[in-house]
């Protein structure tokens, strides 16, 4: 069925149909009835998974880009995601890049975005969380706080603005994603070379000591970078005590796309969906193998089936996220991959 009415949605502006769908989910889930029929149709027996000193209810989560401003979190808990990363956030709201910005490939199923942090910025996000938190009092959701710098933000003062976005949602999320890997932000991959990433993290761990309760703090990576960038980000998570690393964003490469997807291909911005799966996993088997498996991963890249979750986590991963996947294989895709995990 979702085959039929994806076809459909693909007629359409990628971003349109995006707040469209989740609009049409959000007020079918206002009638309590309702929700309660999808949570249970979506239901996905699962054991869960202990990392970070967090519970999470199942393995399969929700990466950062989907839910930028925290505005369906009911929604896609009734979906049955183990856990949402919302952002990425910045201090104040930006537009992000002109449109349009977000690219269907649907021969190699990917997509290419260049959206550039557009988010309305994190005190409004803040204050959506903490009313999501106080309506949601037994939710069994993890949410998962993604935190950029803003675009006119120079990068030698970046750390500030990761700082700000830390302490404003602190109280409200359960563990936090550093974003120095998107290409969609002029420079802001420079911010991966150890002597930068030294300082923004340095910084944030010594802000989270300084709060009662400790959040975890793992650093989302490209795919692109080279075996010697990659050791120093090693080096420099067990240096000052990374809780964990995503792996990976989305790539600048465009190597191995079919011949229909050219024209689209020369868009500016970062490929996500099954093109970066191989280079992504061999990056995560490479941290797990360098760190004996001693750094928690989670895994984001071209998951859309249960067998790719388990390439994933035999590779060292002990999450996944999906986002692509999502998209194209439609809203059962929790359900399918913990059902798929399950039974092996």
Request: charged letters at 25%.
């Amino acid at each position: 069925m979702y085959t039929l009415l994806r076809r459909f949605l693909f007629l359409f502006d990628p971003e349109k149909v995006h707040y469209f769908s989740m609009n049409i989910l959000k007020g079918i889930c206002s009638m309590g009835w309702m929700r309660h029929l999808l949570a249970r149709y979506f239901a996905c027996r699962s054991q869960p998974v202990g990392i970070f000193n967090i519970r999470f209810k199942n393995a399969v989560g929700l990466g950062a880009g989907f839910d930028k401003n925290a505005k369906y979190l009911k929604e896609l808990e009734t979906l049955g995601f183990g856990f949402v990363e919302i952002g990425t956030v910045t201090p104040l709201a930006q537009a992000g890049n002109d449109q349009p910005r977000l690219f269907r490939l649907p021969k190699d199923k990917a997509l290419i975005n260049r959206m550039g942090f557009n988010n309305e910025g994190v005190q409004a996000v803040a204050e959506r969380l903490k009313q999501w938190r106080h309506e949601n009092h037994n939710t069994k959701l993890v949410v998962g706080g993604n935190i950029g710098k803003n675009k006119l933000t120079p990068n030698e003062e970046a750390w500030k603005d990761y700082e700000i976005c830390f302490d404003s949602l602190h109280p409200y999320v359960d563990y936090f994603v550093v974003n120095v890997s998107s290409p969609n932000t002029p420079g802001l991959r420079a911010l991966q070379e150890k002597a930068s990433l030294r300082k923004i993290l340095t910084h944030l761990q010594q802000a989270n000591h300084d709060k009662d309760i400790l959040k975890p703090i793992l650093l989302k990576i490209a795919p692109d970078l080279s075996l010697e960038q990659i050791d120093d980000v090693i080096d420099l998570a067990q240096e000052i005590g990374l809780d964990g690393l995503v792996v990976s964003n989305t790539t600048i490469s465009r190597e191995g796309l079919c011949e229909a997807s050219q024209n689209i291909a020369k868009e500016a911005g970062g490929l996500s969906g099954k093109p970066v799966q191989k280079k992504s996993t061999e990056l995560l088997h490479y941290i797990a193998d360098k760190t004996q498996g001693k750094l928690p991963l989670i895994a984001s890249g071209g998951i859309f089936y249960p067998e790719d979750a388990r390439e994933k986590m035999e590779a060292g991963a002990s999450l996944v996220q999906v986002w692509t996947g999502f998209i194209y294989v439609g809203p059962a895709i929790v359900k399918k991959i913990c059902k798929g995990l399950s039974s092996n």
